[in-house]
């Protein structure tokens, strides 16, 4: 995995654009899909950035490229059906566990009060979080045992044993679909095979200043880079320091209690605490977070 960062977004972009437009990468002609001459895929998240980066590139070709962005996490999706045998390959889009798909099949299941879109809407949100950032508790729930936590409260209890059932249903329906978290782990297994074939899979994936990353799709960006895929991830950092272990004030008010908690007092200086610039560390987590992400690679 190659990793590009810098302080100034203008510079970042120009670098980005320039190995973009390079010869073999980009050919205006044939970008179709989400995937470039070669099997190059640009991933951009941010709206914004879309346009500032259309703009770069028609400030240093001349002429208007409508490029095809991709989000990550359809791109690794269609990745693992990419890999998928011949009667199990589809588009991304087609999954029934994606949020866009989840909305209706929810929708129909959901019944008095609750059957609103809205209510809907959110539902299928949360669902899609817990398939990325939860899927212990979803392999729980398909096992049809409670997800347990520590201190749980009686909320807690009454809200998981409703969405524990809905997602059984919803499961019964598509029985014969694989949901998110289950497709990352047939990926991860394929891309883990010796010999493992890499022509479905893209040639080069471009990642523009990405907020955050989720675990599972920075691990299997690992693993497609170990299979042969170029992956290049550009990252607009917000200090040139090493901002990895700044506390925020909330953390300090929870180590505060904490001590307290303990029957101790233990100041700033005991615990060696890295104050650091108090906007990067209240306002900057996700970049804090998603550079100690890449070092753990290190």
Known sequence: ????????????????????????????????????????????????????????????CGIWIALPFKPLA????????????KEHKKDEKENAFNANNLVWAIYRLLEGEKKTFSFASEIASL????????????????KNEAYKIKNADENFIRNEKWQRELWLKLKAEFKDEQNVSELYKFMESKLKEAGSENRFL??????FAPVAIAPIHLSTLRL??????????????????????????????????????????????????DLGNRLIANLGRCSQVLYEQLLEDL
Not at 127 to 142: D, G, H, T, V
């Open 202 to 207: 893209p040639k080069q994936i471009f990642i």
């Open 74 to 85: 359809g791109l690794l999706m269609q990745c693992a059906y990419n890999l998928s045998s």
């Open 1 to 60: 995995m190659n990793i590009y960062q810098h302080t100034d977004i203008e510079k970042l972009a120009d670098e980005f654009t320039d190995a973009l437009l390079s010869k073999g990468n980009f050919n205006a002609s044939s970008a179709k899909g989400g995937f470039l001459t070669g099997g190059n895929v640009i991933v951009c998240e941010s709206k914004g950035l879309q346009e500032y980066l259309q703009k770069k590139c028609v400030d240093k």
């Open 127 to 142: 669902f899609s979080a817990y398939q990325i950032y939860r899927p212990k508790l979803i392999e729980q729930w398909e």
């Open 224 to 273: 497609l880079a170990k299979a042969g895929c170029k992956v290049n991830l550009y990252l607009f950092q917000i200090s040139n320091e090493y901002i990895g272990e700044h506390l925020s004030d909330k953390q300090i008010a929870y180590l505060r209690k904490k001590s307290w908690a303990n029957d101790k007092i233990v100041n700033e200086k005991e615990l060696y605490w």
